[in-house]
């Protein structure tokens, strides 16, 4: 093999050893160390592999994605639509329904997970733009939010 090839194959493998280890795939674990405030005031270090227990209401920061990703396929399989009223969570299951709430102005959107992420330390959602557009954050980029869990 030449070294392209041995590169490649090394990074798929470790990215898949990481993905069964870590818990990526499963549905209720946290895949980064977060700080993660529950409304009764405790706040709970998660730490990789972690499982979230019955928690409906957290808060922490939010971040928005959109432009670049049209057309692609999310992480559930469908084709992101920016201006559609969806999110993207670490953990929560494909369809669930949250509403997030823009701490800075009380401005809250019901928003479907249908894709994974953030990956960035400290932020727990990504908001699809129109998303993020009805809670105005789309100047900030970034915005202080509280998420309740809807259901399925």
Same mark, same amino acid.
């Given at each position: 093999?030449?070294?392209?090839?041995?590169?490649?194959?090394?990074?798929?493998?470790?990215?898949?050893?990481?993905?069964?280890?870590?818990?990526?795939?499963?549905?209720?674990?946290?895949?980064?160390?977060? !700080?993660?405030?529950?409304?009764?005031?405790?706040?709970?270090?998660?730490?990789?592999?972690?499982?979230?227990?019955?928690?409906?209401?957290?808060?922490?920061?939010?971040?928005?994605?959109?432009?670049?990703?049209?057309?692609?396929?999310?992480?559930?399989?469908?084709?992101?639509?920016?201006?559609?009223?969806?999110?993207?969570? !670490?953990?929560?299951?494909?369809?669930?329904?949250?509403?997030?709430?823009?701490?800075?102005?009380? !401005?809250?959107?019901?928003?479907?997970?249908?894709?994974?992420?953030?990956?960035?330390?400290?932020?727990?959602?990504?908001?699809?733009?129109?998303?993020?557009?009805?809670?105005?954050?789309?100047?900030?980029?970034?915005?202080?939010?509280?998420?309740?869990?809807?259901?399925?």
């Amino acid at each position: 093999m030449n070294q392209n090839k041995i590169k490649i194959f090394n990074t798929a493998f470790f990215l898949g050893l990481n993905f069964i280890f870590l818990g990526l795939g499963h549905s209720s674990t946290v895949a980064q160390t977060d !700080r993660i405030t529950a409304t009764e005031g405790i706040n709970l270090d998660f730490q990789q592999g972690v499982e979230i227990a019955n928690q409906a209401i957290y808060s922490g920061q939010a971040t928005w994605y959109g432009p670049g990703f049209d057309g692609r396929r999310t992480a559930n399989g469908e084709v992101f639509n920016s201006n559609a009223l969806t999110a993207a969570h !670490r953990s929560l299951p494909f369809g669930t329904k949250v509403r997030v709430t823009n701490m800075n102005n009380g !401005r809250s959107v019901v928003v479907r997970i249908n894709d994974r992420g953030p990956f960035t330390k400290g932020k727990i959602i990504d908001l699809s733009a129109g998303a993020a557009r009805a809670i105005n954050m789309i100047n900030s980029g970034v915005a202080p939010v509280k998420v309740e869990v809807l259901g399925i």
